[in-house]
């Protein structure tokens, strides 16, 4: 139990570190609201009209984000794979081979979907 004492340690600072912040924003921040404050702000202009649900956002955002995440996966696994390839043999080489084939399966699709093209 006492190698987990540190992390239990830092898991306690984190989380009081988060509410003292949240509660001296509410304390020392600014109590004067009005319309122009409470308004969005987009570059100097006037903002543009949003329906009630917050209007549509093309599909194409949220491919590329999935993309981002997919890339960021495959890196978390690759990069200790890298540093012990020597222990693994060919085991590991095996399984990363499948790994990145089942990645290119995902990336072949969204490819052939069109999610790489910008218009």
Not at 37 to 65: H, M, N, S
Not at 86 to 107: R, S
Request: charged share 15%; glycine share 8%.
């Amino acid at each position: 139990m006492e190698l987990y004492t540190p992390v239990l340690a830092l898991a306690v600072l984190a989380a009081g570190f988060a509410i003292v912040s949240l509660i001296m924003s509410a304390v020392v921040g600014p109590q004067r609201y009005n319309r122009a404050k409470l308004d969005a702000y987009e570059c100097g202009i006037e903002p543009t009209p949003q329906a009630v649900g917050g209007g549509r956002i093309p599909v194409k955002y949220y491919i590329t984000a999935m993309m981002f995440i997919v890339f960021d996966i495959e890196i978390v696994f690759l990069y200790p794979w890298a540093v012990h390839f020597g222990e693994l043999k060919a085991f590991g080489l095996i399984e990363m081979v499948l790994f990145i084939a089942t990645v290119f399966v995902a990336y072949a699709y969204v490819w052939r979907r069109g999610g790489l093209d910008w218009d």
